[in-house]
């Protein structure tokens, strides 16, 4: 069983930029593929970035590439996502999940274990 806490969500003015940090439990956490995803009102959950045990393999969606970047520190058990140039329509719910994979999956159906999720607010 694995717990995932978010922390770091908040409001930001557009290309401002904010750094989410997931918070995992559990003694094998290089074992577990980690991701990012997103869900504004009235929209489905969406993949934001995924990276693995390891921390050499990470993917992204189209629309963040460039400004968002997910890494993790195994010593730490934490995993982070930095986020710069935000744009309003970046706002949503973000979400933490893992897996145990030994490769990166994006759809999250993949995923096991969920954290409760963290604000993210970008005025214009």
């Known amino acids: 069983q694995v717990q995932l806490v978010e922390s770091g969500g908040g409001l930001v003015q557009a290309g401002g930029s904010l750094r989410l940090s997931c918070s995992a439990s559990?003694?094998?956490?290089?074992?577990?593929?980690m991701a990012w995803f997103r869900q504004a009102p009235g929209k489905e959950r969406e993949f934001v970035a995924a990276?693995?045990?390891?921390?050499?393999?990470?993917r992204y969606t189209d629309f963040v590439k460039g400004r968002f970047t997910i890494s993790r520190d195994t010593a730490k058990n934490t995993v982070y996502l930095q986020m710069n140039s935000l744009k309003p329509n970046d706002t949503a719910v973000y979400y933490c999940?893992?897996?145990?994979?030994?490769?990166?999956?994006?759809?999250?159906?993949?995923?096991?274990?969920w954290g409760q999720g963290t604000q993210v607010t970008v005025s214009s």
């Open positions: 559990g003694r094998t956490f290089t074992t577990y593929a």
């Open positions: 999940a893992a897996v145990i994979r030994t490769w990166v999956p994006i759809d999250p159906g993949d995923y096991d274990y």
């Open positions: 990276i693995n045990g390891g921390g050499a393999t990470t």
